[in-house]
């Protein structure tokens, strides 16, 4: 089973930077389609972006197009989600999640795996 291990939340003032990763404990993260999820308190948990086994096809929901951007080394089993020009209203515990098909799917029940989970806190 693949653990997932996320690292890089904390606290940001708006407009600006971070950058979340995920490690994966298993080589079959090659074999993985990962994407990253967040759930804000009182909110179901919402899909931000997916990438595919091999990076060469990425995923977004039209609130974080042109804001973050997922990527992956699977040389280092890890999955990456830059955000830039970040609102107060991307505060959240951002998840990232494994599903052992290469289909894209943005709906959490469709993961098999999943991280502890990282806050990130944007302050106005």
């Known amino acids: 089973q693949v653990q997932l291990v996320e690292s890089g939340g904390g606290l940001v003032q708006a407009g600006g930077s971070m950058r979340l990763s995920c490690a994966a404990s298993e080589r079959t993260f090659s074999r993985t389609f990962m994407g990253w999820f967040r759930q804000a308190p009182g909110k179901e948990r919402e899909f931000v972006a997916g990438i595919s086994r091999s990076g060469s096809s990425t995923y977004y929901t039209d609130s974080q197009k042109g804001r973050f951007t997922i990527s992956r080394d699977n040389a280092e089993n890890t999955v990456y989600l830059q955000m830039n020009s970040l609102k107060p209203e991307d505060t959240a515990v951002y998840y990232c999640?494994?599903?052992?098909?290469?289909?894209?799917?943005?709906?959490?029940?469709?993961?098999?795996?999943w991280g502890q989970g990282t806050q990130v806190t944007v302050s106005s």
């Open positions: 999640a494994g599903r052992s098909s290469f289909i894209y799917s943005h709906s959490p029940a469709d993961y098999d795996y």
